[in-house]
């Protein structure tokens, strides 16, 4: 049994997008932007293997988009998913599940590969979790969401006979529950691994960063703001009190942190690698 978490490099973000009504004089030392007033983000995944099973969760930006887009987002770092599955000693055909938070292209985009003109699943042997009411929020996206859903990103995964739906089948891993929360889009899963008696719990885009986890801190992207804003209080209090580890996806340095109340409310506590916590 162990977790533990994949590099996919880097990707830039507009500063003001993701901090939403924080201004960038509070933000601009946590995370300084460029001369474009973007900021550099983690696309960090997580590997775990528990008997028999191994499990991805999140899968980064993917390489089959144009260079234009990717342009966007100034990709850079050496990592890859690729590379990063390969470093921790498995193979692509060796992950038997792949749990998909939601289907934004950063999350989503390398579940496909571009081989010449065919899209198929970068993972031949696994079954791909998604929650269903997401799945259809994102074929049928709203005019908000619609550049983040792509559907190269997500049509090739039911067109191969592999997608499952969360809540209507059993998921395979005994230690891991899911929280689903809907304030970022509509249904998006946040694995609960149940490891050594203690909760590490992986924030996905409700809590993207650790600079994010002060309650005002919500990204501009959120569909429904206020909604995230509950989540967030009524998950952190939750994690403080039984002192979960919260591992955050975007953060461009820190995997892993403990959360603790606070006069001004809740703040980071330890913070570090994963493997330190372990
Ligand atoms: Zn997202």
Redo the contacts with the bound molecule.
Sequence with gaps: MTLQTLDTGFFKLDGGAMFGVVPKVLWQHLNPADEQNRCTWAMRCLLYEQDSRLLLVDTGIGTKQSNKFFGHYDLHGTASLTDSIHRAGYSENEITDVLL??L?F??VGGAVLRLGDQLSPAFPNATYWVHPAHWQWAVNPNPREKA?FLPENILPLQESGQLQFLTQKPFPFSDIEFRYVDG??EK?ALPLFHIKGRTIAYM??LI?SSAHVPLPYV?S?DVRPLLTMDEKTSLLKQAAQENWLLLFEHDPIIEAATVEMTDKGVRIGQQGKLAEFL
Excluded: E, K, R
Aim: hydrophobic content about 20%; overall charge negative; proline content about 7%.
């Design positions: 938070t939601h934004h950063d999350h983040s970022h889009t998006m996905a885009d993207p990204m992207y």
